[in-house]
């Protein structure tokens, strides 16, 4: 079964993003774990992290890093778990 696509997202504080998927839940996904990566070194720098668009119901960075929408689903905290997320 697939995850369900993203359909908004906002950029929080320390690499994290709050997503909201096409079944209205909203979690919170931290990339700090993907920044080591090669293809996501540039979103190190907040000006490109800030920089997505969603695309084909998935983030993409204009620097041409993404991720399915399954990993952000997965690796995601449910929201009522945020103030957890946002103040690691």
Known sequence: MQSPNVKEAKTLADHKLLIKFSNDEEKVFDMK???????????EDLKEFNDFMIEDGTIE???GADLSQDTFYIESSPVNNRNNALSN
């Open 61 to 63: 960075w204009k620097c």
């Open 33 to 43: 774990p993907y920044l080591h990566y090669p293809i996501f070194k540039p979103l």
